[in-house]
């Protein structure tokens, strides 16, 4: 940040902490942080963390976050903030929204949930602040970046349309076993929420759905073979920003080879279910260790015609590994996505921007060149 900002955290589980530690550790002029969760010992524990992490003196203050209402010290301290920066779980952002907008302040949040982003649509449609919703790695980083191919390409070849526009991110170990080949980097009820659900997509120029897991493909990313198959709530809000402009487009997560066959098997074991996220979690727990050295691997690309005919194709690949922060080594998943919502509350607390904004409203140049995604991601 670039000067002096008071910034609520909503949660204290492992993004929070990648979040608070990069804010104070990263910033210019270091923010006041409260730090909230339902239970107060967990966000207690965080700030104590944090202090203990960072080479630069910052002030940090846990707070009860009531599922039952605010205390009055709750209060005060909403009364004094910049930004709501949200992670809870997805199903909270409605209410965490609310709050934002109750107390005047800008919100940002990471669910790929679609309900409850339609939702924060609706309640901030007339609001006074920002909301920046799904910001960050997937919906997040990987839309702007997409987003991004697109402008650029459709500039550079003077063209208004492209065929294809894929974006693929995958939160994975460094090696893998059978018979799932996969090991948790992140939320199992995130992994099995994504394979349950539809994803929105975009078929000869129109914006539809399809089954998660329906289109499976291999693709070689620096030289690795991946499959990579459809999943729910990547795809952010491109399939509206984009339809009518690519004639296929569509987010997939990437996976190792194998993943996908087991994971369709267990999806039957489910499908009698009422359930079927719960079990289908409760099932890939059982089996699934979870695994604290990750990699992200993110690809996307565009593909279409010249004006003068020709078949072009734009890509960009990334593989991004985990990183020291202060004192402390980080997990990629917790790096990628806690930069990309707090380059996100940085545009927010240094703009004018007010109501709702989603993906393809920001400008992809100062995103993806901001001082907290190029330590993390790179240059672009």
């Known amino acids: 940040m670039n000067k002096h900002h008071t910034i609520i955290i909503a949660g204290a589980g492992g993004i929070a902490q990648a979040v608070a530690l990069i804010l104070a550790e990263w910033s210019t002029v270091t923010p006041t942080i409260f730090i909230g969760n339902r239970t107060l010992s967990k966000a207690q524990n965080l700030v104590k963390w944090i202090e203990e992490g960072i ?34 779980p997805g199903t909270q ?10 107390y005047n302040l800008h919100y940002a949040n990471l669910t790929e949930y679609v309900a409850e982003t339609s ?72 992994v099995a929420t994504e ?3 539809e994803t929105e ?21 620096n030289g690795i ?17 984009l339809a009518g402009k690519v004639d296929a487009m569509d987010y997939k997560t990437i996976r190792f080879p194998g993943h996908y066959a087991w994971a369709e098997e267990q999806i039957k074991k489910v499908s009698d279910s009422d359930q079927p996220i719960k079990a289908l979690q409760l099932i890939m727990e059982k089996q699934i260790p979870h695994i604290e050295e990750d990699q992200i691997i993110i690809y996307a690309a565009v593909q279409g015609k010249d004006t003068n005919g020709t078949l072009q194709r734009r890509e960009i690949a990334k593989q991004i590994l985990p990183q020291r922060i202060g004192k402390y080594q980080l997990r990629a998943i917790q790096t990628t996505t806690a930069a990309s919502l707090i380059q996100s509350a940085q545009l927010l607390l240094e703009s004018t921007l ?18 907290f995604i190029i330590p993390i991601y ?3």
């Open 225 to 241: 073979t991946y499959e990579a198959d459809l999943t729910s709530g990547g795809a952010a809000d491109l399939p509206d920003a």
């Open 55 to 88: 080479t630069k003196s910052c002030i940090l203050r846990p707070f009860h976050l009531s599922e039952d209402g605010f205390s009055e010290e709750t209060k005060a301290l909403f009364s004094q903030g910049d930004i709501l920066l949200d992670c809870l």
């Open 93 to 102: 952002a409605p209410k965490m929204a609310g709050y934002a907008k109750d």
């Open 195 to 197: 394979y349950i659900k």
């Open 201 to 221: 997509v975009i078929r000869k120029y129109k914006k539809t759905k399809r089954p998660s897991l329906s289109e499976r493909t291999s693709i070689i990313i």
């Open 119 to 190: 939702a924060i649509k609706t309640l901030a449609k007339d609001a006074s602040t920002g909301f920046i919703l799904q910001t960050g790695l997937a919906p997040g980083y990987i839309n702007v970046l997409a987003n991004h191919l697109f402008k650029e390409f459709c500039n550079d070849f003077q063209v208004s349309k492209a065929d294809t526009l894929e974006f693929k991110v995958g939160a994975l170990s460094k090696n893998a076993v059978a018979p799932h080949y996969y090991g948790f980097t992140w939320s199992p009820v995130g």
């Open 354 to 371: 007010k109501g709702v904004i989603l993906q393809s409203n920001i400008d992809p140049k100062s995103f993806l060149n901001g001082n």
């Open 378 to 380: 790179g240059n672009v």
